[in-house]
């Protein structure tokens, strides 16, 4: 079990639990632990080190690492998404295989890539989606195949209900993946890259013999797609050369023809998931996985791996060989069989075969030697205007609708496409025959895309009577090149009625609507210095409400707004009181920064600070930021005398507490409390009550209370 054994570091024990369960249905031997001193000194043997950096493992990877012996590959996971760190870490030692992160963590993910660090066995989509979910296949040869391509991928993440947001950040990936592929992987005999020294311009018109393949697949929860050369020429130390170029260097893009690294670096920031898998000299697979429940696509897991089996799954013994140009399958190769008694009859074999390749020569000699009948197509588009190609080669455009090609042989099949702007190319395979041949190419158009916003947002909208939905809106239903009228509805401003000319097949639009004030409301923009401050209107927090924002008022009325921000001093706000249907009215306030006052008191009570309009009759507890200096604090009690203190307010937050003593009075009776100075007069009405004497910050003040017909005097 020595090979298949798993050394797991975390410090922390319930996230050692998953890495185990995660790595033992890899099929390995797991030991896990807590504390590098656990580990020992001196070499680690074992298959696979997976390193959780996090807390005091942060910089366990320096130290555990260079202890590997033999092929032992190791997997590091971070806290959270850091593509500069996972570089780095990378970059620090060919042993690490792979990259994840600890926030969101998904134990499949990492069974699934300590499955490719042991097995070896790292091809094909299937790795990636769950078992039942279908798998899609394309063929890309050249730059229209690819665009092809592209657009059935589009269309099959948009029949899964992919959001826009992901659907493009898939399409980017694709398009950088088939760059590559197509153009920066293909090398000649000696390694050297076929189309290097060629302009992009010049090289998209090119065609590769060897076709990329592309696979893609989607489960609802994941969309995957995998593209696969047939080079095998893709190195671990040019992936990581090129990340570190783009994420530290003030040149990023490598301007040199044929670089890859701008598109290395988008396709990493642009997805969840990134694999290369390569079989050097063989094939070069990069897979990209899109978590389409995920709020932001940031990279969560990164790999490169090296096929270890061949083709019948066993352990690979030696170099890979390219196989001969035009190959689709391995080429079989058999010993030859030594001579025997038999050797006449394959003699007679061989001549006989040689007799069956000169009839084969010659039936393929006489449509030369008699000539090759040929004839004319003549192709109708609709709508007209297509170019057509024939067996990829341009041939035309059906100007007037059709267009003839001629010199084509009798029975021979061609393939056949139309293109026209704004439409889907049609394809066809066309076989002549004596006489006229007439073929029409009727292409679909492409739906126009119309982007519907109001000023402000959040207007209903209607398309001829018809609901729509609320702004901001893509619409990609209206027939292209027609006309609707849109009504814009918001509650607060006035209808709104626009016409809309839709573009043409394929093309896009945007209208924008502004909307006007209602005449009973007025509408008001606030300001604050700095940004983000909550706004008061009329004493009430408007929930949800940042500044800057635009509010809907009451016209003819006053309305009070305040800004206030954590730790700084409120900004009053002028009294607004705005006319109908304003609609151009804009307040600005600053905040300054400014001391906590936290107001307390052991009974029910109000408190006012002179000086701080926003702190006047509030109910205790209440937080009063206030400017450094000294400040008259009141507290109002019911049936009570005047309570104030001064306090000395400097740059750090006070407590301000008012403790309030409680003594029996009744009626006609002396109760004395203690002795003082300073009189204190308050009425209360004949009997025994509850009278309240101020307390300090020592404790209640000495006082004596005499309870008289009609008056109580209390004397401190």
Not at 1 to 15: C, E, Q, S
Not at 123 to 135: D, M, N, R, T, Y
Not at 195 to 208: A, G, Q, Y
Request: aromatic residues 4%; charged residues 20%.
């Amino acid at each position: 079990m020595l090979a298949r054994r798993i050394i797991a570091v975390t410090p922390d024990k319930a996230f050692g639990k998953q890495l185990t369960v995660a790595l033992k249905a890899a099929g390995g031997s797991v030991d896990t632990h807590l504390t590098l001193d656990e580990l020992g000194h001196g070499e680690l043997q074992a298959a696979l080190l997976v390193l959780h950096l996090d807390g005091a493992m942060t910089g366990a990877a320096q130290l555990l690492i260079p202890r590997l012996t033999g092929e032992t590959r190791a997997i590091a996971i971070l806290p959270r998404s850091n593509l500069s760190a996972v570089v780095d870490i990378m970059q620090s030692s060919d042993r690490v295989a792979g990259m994840m992160v600890a926030e969101d963590f998904d134990m499949k993910l990492l069974s699934a890539m300590a499955t490719r660090v042991l097995a070896g066995d790292i091809f094909g989509l299937e790795k990636h989606v769950p078992w039942g979910a279908q798998i899609h296949s394309y063929l890309v040869g050249d730059y229209q195949e690819k665009s092809l391509c592209i657009a059935q991928v589009s269309e099959f993440a948009e029949t899964m209900s992919v959001r826009r947001k992901y659907r493009e950040s898939i399409e980017q990936c694709l398009d950088e993946m088939l760059m590559n592929a197509l153009y920066d992987a293909p090398v000649d005999e000696q390694g050297r890259q076929i189309f290097s020294e060629i302009p992009t311009k010049t090289r998209i018109s090119l065609r590769v013999e060897q076709k990329v393949v592309v696979q893609y697949a989607c489960d609802g929860k994941q969309f995957v797609i995998g593209v696969r050369d047939a080079f095998g020429t893709l190195e671990r130390d040019t992936v990581l050369r090129y990340l570190h170029k783009c994420l530290h260097s003030e040149q990023q893009i490598d301007r040199k023809t044929g670089g890859a690294g701008l598109g290395l670096y988008l396709i990493t920031n642009s997805s969840t998931g990134v694999y290369f898998n390569v079989l050097p000299g063989v094939a070069t697979e990069a897979v990209c996985t899109f978590d389409l429940e995920s709020p932001k696509l940031q990279i969560q897991t990164l790999g490169f791996f090296v096929e270890k089996i061949d083709a019948a799954g066993r352990l690979a013994s030696g170099p890979s060989r390219r196989l001969p140009a035009g190959a689709s399958h391995p080429v079989e190769r058999r010993m030859p069989v030594a001579a025997s008694s038999r050797s006449l009859v394959l003699t007679s074999g061989l001549a006989l075969a040689v007799v069956a390749a000169l009839g084969l020569v010659v039936f393929a000699a006489w449509p030369r030697i008699v000539g090759v009948a040929r004839t004319a197509v003549h192709i109708h588009t609709v709508p007209p205007g297509a170019a057509i190609e024939v067996e990829g080669r341009s041939v035309g455009t059906a100007t007037g609708g059709t267009l003839a090609v001629r010199d084509l042989e009798v029975g021979r099949a061609y393939p056949v496409v139309a293109r026209l702007e704004g439409y889907e190319p049609k394809q066809a395979v066309i076989q002549p025959q004596e006489g006229d041949n007439p073929v029409t190419l009727e292409l679909r158009a492409i739906a126009a895309t119309v982007a519907i916003d109001s000023a402000p947002t959040g207007a209903a909208v209607e398309i001829d009577g018809k609901p729509a939905g609320t702004t901001p809106l893509l619409v990609k239903t209206l027939a292209p090149g027609s006309s609707a009228t849109l009504t814009f509805r918001k509650p607060g401003f006035h209808d709104a009625v626009a016409r809309l000319a839709v573009p043409g097949p394929g093309r896009e639009t945007t209208l924008i609507q502004p909307l006007s004030v209602s005449e009973e409301l007025a509408r008001v923009r606030l300001v604050s210095d700095p940004p983000g401050a909550q706004v008061v209107q009329n004493g009430q927090i408007v929930p949800g409400v940042v500044a800057p924002c635009e509010l809907l008022v009451e016209a003819g009325k006053t309305t009070h707004f305040m800004l206030t921000m954590p730790h700084k001093i409120p900004a009053m706000l002028a009294p607004l009181t705005p006319p109908r249907g304003a609609d151009d009215i804009e307040l600005s306030g600053k905040l300054v920064d400014g001391t906590t006052l936290h107001l307390r008191a052991n009974v029910e009570a109000r408190f006012r600070v002179a000086g701080a309009p926003h702190c006047q009759d509030v109910a205790a507890p209440f937080d009063c930021v206030v400017a450094p200096g000294q400040h008259l604090v009141d507290l109002v009690v019911a049936q009570a005398p005047r309570i104030a203190r001064t306090v000395a307010v400097k740059q750090k937050d006070l407590e301000v507490k008012f403790e309030l003593g409680y003594v029996e009075a009744s009626g006609g009776k002396l109760v004395q409390i203690g002795q003082g100075a300073a009189a204190r007069r308050a009425t209360f009405e004949t009997g025994t009550r509850r009278v309240m004497i101020t307390g300090g910050e020592d404790g209640p003040h000495p006082a004596t209370v005499v309870v008289r017909p009609g008056t109580t005097t209390i004397v401190n």
